[in-house]
């Protein structure tokens, strides 16, 4: 009964935390987003390609990460998990790519003002959060058969959380 108890104390503290990070996130990016805008006058680019493969993606990292958490069979439930690892690392691997494409295209922060300064913190500051939740995913991963389970529900939040604000973080390079 104890543990019981325990695990959905864990759960509740795990959840809590999430949406404090998510929270605090959420009022990093506004401003931030606020701030690009109002850099962003009368200056225009174009989107790597890869930005818009990166949000399918982050899209269908999602999507395994929902199998995951809906599924009861352990085994089936880690191997949709691990998808998904695979999936965030194609962001982060195509991430760099575009930023390299962005960077010989002559959108650089020598030479392009706040609004690279910006793009390249947006960006940066999304894939640094997309590592944070790979580690999570990886946790989760690794101790599926204890507490990972438990604390799936939380890093598909999370996860789905992330993909959300990709999507936001184009809307805003495209204004």
Known sequence: MDNIQGDNASKGVSKLGIAL???TIIVLFSTLGAAFVRANKHIQF???????INTLMLLGSSVFLH???MGKDAPKARFYVSLAVIM???FLISQG????????SGIDLANSGQMASYLYVLTGLHALHIVGGLGFLAYVYVAYEGKGKSYLESALFFWHFLGLLWIYLIGLLLI
């Open 67 to 69: 199998l995951a958490w």
């Open 21 to 23: 990070l998510m929270l």
């Open 46 to 52: 174009e989107l790597p390609v890869l930005f818009y």
């Open 97 to 104: 790519i575009a930023w390299g494409q962005l960077y010989g």
């Open 88 to 90: 965030g690392l194609g």
